[in-house]
């Protein structure tokens, strides 16, 4: 990202210098999918794709914001007094969001201020570009205010933001991530308790692919939701045997024992993915500190496989990308990462393999599914941070 670019934006757009420039990181979860919601463990990583903010405070109540991303959309402007949802507000919403709960948590934010965003997040892809914008308007915040709002507060008040004011309801996990990532760390959480282990991942010899399927995430939030409510629906059937607040509390025996509880096939299929995935992610932490990437590789295997056959939320796109990317050389191993439904699978390959790679899986996916797929290399980077102008 040039930041000068952003500078001079920032001028022609409000004849003043800015003072301050911010950076929120997207995500990649290397495993642990649809277990942050059941009380389970997931294991994503901070990427160096994200979103820049320059900033300056202004003397009166008002809050203007350009996103270079949405130039169509011009300057949206709102005051502190009204931090209402609004539609017309678009991309908006997620910073006034963030705004509105962090002034309701009681901290002073005296003034507003105007601000210019851009990204470099692939579009729509499942790389948590709603979470970046969240934590990048609490460390915003924070920096121009010096208001000191911890960062695990910040990270809970994203995850409100997108609950209560998108209305999306998802885990904690993005947030996490982006609040939380660390260069060249992956980050082991238990979702239940908030606690967590920071992992090195030393890939010498090899790559992190993300691989975008391009495919448009219709339909995503309400299957999603679904997902949850079939999850809710199979937990309260064990809890009438089973002393748990959550599908991440069990292990697989004890799951299996256990799993004639559930009276629906379908609902019992979504909790063993629940079950078997978090044990996986926690065994996978273990692979990787030993040094097994391979091992760690078939986890991620086992993953998609559990996500596409029990959990059912992998589609057509996600499973040929996925697939083609099993077939190739020097792959240690391939899965969908995020909410599936389409958006981006990850890959971890040999240094000297990537480039036919690339190219393989790519004419693969152009054959099957008839449009292309983006690869990009990853590199995994720090959470959200004040950076220099
Ligand atoms: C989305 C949600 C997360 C998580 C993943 C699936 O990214 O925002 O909270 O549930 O899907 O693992």
Sequence with gaps: MNMSTLQTAFQDLFHALPEKAFFAPGRINLIGEHTDYNGGH???????????????????????????????????????????????????????????????????????????????????????????????????????????????????????VENEFIGVNSGIMDQFAVGMGKKDVGILLDCQTLKYEYAPIQLENH?????????????????????RSECEEALSQLQQKLPIEALGQLSEVEFDENQHIITSETVRKRAKHAVYENVRTMKALGELKAGNLEAFGQSMNQSHISLRDDYEVTGVELDRLVEAAWRQPGVIGARMTGAGFGGCAIAIVENEAVENFIANVGTAYLDEIGYVADFYVASIGDGAKEIEL
């Excluded at 709960?101 to 210019?116: Q, S």
């Excluded at 790559?207 to 997902?227: F, G, Q």
Aim: charge should be positive.
């Design 207 to 227: 790559k992190i692919i993300i691989m975008n399927t391009n495919k448009r995430r219709e339909l995503a939030d309400s299957k999603y939701n679904e997902r």
């Design 42 to 160: 997931v294991f994503p990583c901070a990427i160096t794709y994200g979103t820049y903010a320059v900033a300056r405070k202004r003397k009166d109540r008002k809050v203007r914001l350009y996103s270079v991303n949405f130039p169509d959309k011009g300057i949206i402007e709102f005051n502190l007094n009204q931090l209402d949802y609004e539609k017309q507000h678009n991309w908006a919403n997620y910073p006034k969001g963030m705004i509105r709960y962090i002034v309701d948590a009681g901290n002073e934010v005296p003034t507003g201020f105007e601000c210019v965003i851009q990204g470099n997040i692939p579009n729509g892809a499942g790389l948590s570009s709603s979470a970046s914008i969240e934590l990048l308007t609490g460390v915003l915040l924070n920096g121009l205010f010096e208001l000191a709002i911890p960062r695990i507060d910040l990270i809970k008040l994203g995850k409100k």
